[in-house]
């Protein structure tokens, strides 16, 4: 008999992710950060105090460091309404403080696998300067923070079917952004290779 324990980690731990982004939490989630941001350490990507991670004193449960973690961010949070042109999205600070978590806690950084798919409103937030340009009035924020995590190993890939309903080419993207037919079947990929899962998703 078929058994799905397996999947019930990956349900908890998207929820809590999920639960860090609801708005509800946004303001005071913020606060707590920056009050504190004196104290964080970026052991891995620098996307400002919400990467951030505070250094914990007597760690007794630590991940194996020689062991591969891979992981699987289902990105669908766009920047907040009225500050794409100046603010960097909140999504891809959160994405970076994970990767800090994991380095923090021991894990080697080039163990670190990790795909961030792109898909519904955050789409924007991969889109070149031209098509920033003309949507927003400006350069985009994100494009620095991107390329660190491209550089850093991390692959991002968009979802064909988000771009072909808002009819962007795909000219409009950043050139190192990967085009999938859809976020479906490429969460779904990944899932079947053993990538964990986290839901950044904002409203």
């Known amino acids: 008999m078929q058994r799905f324990i397996p999947a019930i980690p990956v349900i908890l731990f998207s929820a809590l992710s999920a639960f860090a982004q609801h708005p509800a939490n946004a303001q005071i989630r913020e606060e707590r950060f920056k009050k504190l941001e004196n104290k964080m350490i970026y052991p891995f990507i620098d996307a400002g105090y919400l990467s951030g991670v505070l250094p914990v004193r007597n760690v007794t449960e630590k991940p194996n460091p020689h062991k591969k973690v891979k992981l699987l961010f289902d990105f669908t949070q766009a920047t907040s309404a009225g500050k794409q042109d100046t603010k960097i999205n909140e999504g891809l600070a959160e994405v970076a403080r994970v ?39 400006g350069t985009n924020p994100n494009s620095a923070l991107l390329q660190q995590l491209r550089s850093a190993g991390c692959l991002l890939v968009v979802c064909g079917q988000s771009l072909q309903l808002r009819e962007i080419p795909d000219n409009a993207l950043m050139p190192f952004i990967d085009v999938s037919i859809s976020a479906k079947t490429t969460l779904t990929k990944y899932h079947q290779m053993g990538y964990f899962l986290f839901e950044i998703k904002g409203e």
């Not at 792109?118 to 920033?132: L, P, R």
């Open 99 to 137: 990767l800090n978590l994991h380095v923090a806690a021991g894990t080697q950084k080039e163990k670190i696998k990790a795909v961030v798919v792109f898909h519904a409103a955050s789409i924007a937030t991969i889109m070149n300067d031209d098509w920033y340009r003309d949507q927003f009035k």
